[in-house]
């Protein structure tokens, strides 16, 4: 079965930092994109980025709120990904959701989810 | 960035009734459309991608159709566990973007 279990959410202050971890459980990680997708409360779902699988070297991409300032990463025999947050903004309070994706025709599309970590960004 | 606009942004309706939420896209995205239910609480989960193929262990009550710009979710008899927010998703370019949401209320 799989399962996404996120982690190290919390409350940090503008302009931290703070690294979330989601370990990830059976499925062959290294075949998979994985996503992260966050909630503002009350608000709906913004998709802040993707690492490509392990035949794509990994690659990543993001939403252009989060550029330069949020980094995804993997660490394979660990079954984990990670999204490293710096400069940390009032507006990037959220549920951050890990995500599997799975291809179907040319597309990815976002099967499992993670039940959420909190992120708290205030003084 | 393509924009997706879902109507209505909330809707009342009784158990049993057929329910029709609207997806538009701002600009061709094929069939390159998911659509999630989410409830209080929970992760999204997956009901429909590639627009209209069903995901397994969803029940057949929920269909999807269109292509293009404009897509339908349709709940054929609503059921109390139907209760709950939907956002269609499209993965056609990046950024990857999500509707609005439409919530689905007990009338």
């Known amino acids: 079965e799989v399962h996404l279990v996120e982690s190290g959410g919390g409350l940090v202050q503008p302009g931290g930092s703070l690294r979330l971890s989601c370990a990830a459980s059976g499925f062959t990680f290294s075949d998979h994109y994985m996503e992260w997708v966050r909630q503002a409360p009350g608000k709906g779902l913004e998709w802040i980025g993707r690492s490509r699988d392990k035949s794509k070297s990994y690659t990543t991409e993001y939403a252009a709120s989060v550029k330069g300032r949020f980094t995804i990463s993997r660490d394979e025999p660990e079954n984990s990904l990670y999204l490293q947050m710096t400069s940390l903004k009032t507006e990037d309070a959220a549920v951050y959701y890990c995500?599997?994706?799975?291809?179907?025709?040319?597309?990815?599309?976002?099967?499992?989810w993670g039940q959420g970590a909190l992120v708290t960004v205030s003084s | 960035d393509i924009q997706l606009t879902q109507s209505p942004s909330f809707l009342s309706a009784f158990v049993g009734d057929r329910v029709t939420i609207t997806c538009r896209a701002s600009q061709g995205i094929s069939s390159y459309l998911a659509w999630y239910q989410q409830k209080p609480g929970k992760a999204p989960k997956l009901l429909i991608y590639?627009?209209?193929t069903l995901q397994s262990g969803v029940p057949s009550r929920f269909s999807g159709s269109g292509s293009g710009t404009e897509f339908t979710l349709t709940i054929s008899s609503l059921q109390p566990e139907d209760f709950a927010t939907y956002y269609c998703?499209?993965?056609?370019?990046?950024?990857?973007?999500f509707g609005g949401g439409t919530t689905v209320e007990v009338k």
């Open positions: 998703q499209q993965l056609n370019s990046y950024p990857l973007t």
């Open positions: 590639a627009a209209s």
């Open positions: 995500v599997r994706a799975v291809k179907h025709s040319d597309a990815y599309y976002f099967d499992y």
